[in-house]
T-cell receptor
Framework: AQSVSQHNHHVILSEAASLELGCNYSYGGTVNLFWYVQYPGQHLQLLLKYFSGDPLVKGIKGFEAEFIKSKFSFNLRKPSVQWSDTAEYFC???????????FGKGNQVVVIP | DGGITQSPKYLFRKEGQNVTLSCEQNLNHDAMYWYRQDPGQGLRLIYYSQIVNDFQKGDIAEGYSVSREKKESFPLTVTSAQKNPTAFYLCATGTAISNQPQHFGDGTRLSIL
């Protein structure tokens, strides 16, 4: 079964700083990749996803992620964060063969105004 | 409004009792999922169902049971066999072809006294 690693569980940064959250997965087959976000007091929601094609994926609110197959990575980036980006971010990997979605442990991001 | 309803929001039970968490959806989604969220653990899949009257075990199914008698409903029973049931439980739905949960409920926080 696939597994997902997210490092630096707690991230604190100032507004306008750049954000990059790492996501690495272990699975040898074909995968679909996702980033989910959970804002304080709200539902978990999909931020962006990669199924195929251009490995640089753009999502909502200025986020993007790049799939690097050789590194089994799908890192999330935002050039300039805002206070409203304070949330918990989860990377998830779905192996097409088994239809199971595995989540990472999440990154708690706090943006200081 | 279409959505997922999880009830109750908070649930307290004595040790040794079975407890059932409700999940109802009116999104007409075929697939439904139950996840458990623990601090620092991310989301872990308990059970999922892709069609009525069928369901599969996820990664941490031991001590849990489900049923899928109707498309709209996917109740989760936390049995007394579950060693550490205190957690936040999330129900999610998705279309049959999407291969991943697309919408999440508000969750139920279960505490065992």
């Amino acid at each position: 079964a696939q597994s997902v690693s997210q490092h630096n569980h707690h991230v604190i940064l100032s507004e306008a700083a750049s954000l990059e959250l790492g996501c690495n997965y272990s699975y040898g087959g074909t995968v679909n990749l996702f980033w989910y976000v959970q804002y304080p007091g709200q539902h978990l929601q999909l931020l962006l996803k990669y199924f195929s094609g251009d490995p640089l994926v753009k999502g909502i609110k200025g986020f993007e992620a790049e799939f690097i197959k050789s590194k089994f990575s799908f890192n999330l980036r935002k050039p300039s964060v805002q206070w409203s980006d304070t949330a918990e971010y989860f990377c998830a990997v779905n192996a097409r063969e088994n239809n199971r979605l595995a989540f990472g442990k999440g990154n708690q991001v706090v943006v200081i105004p | 409004d279409g959505g997922i309803t999880q009830s109750p929001k908070y649930l307290f039970r004595k040790e040794g009792q079975n407890v059932t968490l409700s999940c109802e959806q009116n999104l007409n989604h075929d697939a439904m999922y139950w996840y458990r969220q623990d601090p620092g653990q991310g989301l872990r899949l308990i059970y999922y169902s892709q069609i009525v009257n069928d369901f599969q075990k996820g990664d941490i199914a031991e001590g849990y049971s489900v049923s899928r008698e109707k498309k709209e409903s996917f109740p989760l029973t936390v049995t007394s066999a579950q060693k550490n049931p205190t957690a936040f439980y999330l129900c999610a739905t998705g279309t049959a072809i999407s291969n991943q949960p697309q919408h999440f409920g508000d969750g139920t926080r279960l505490s065992i006294l």
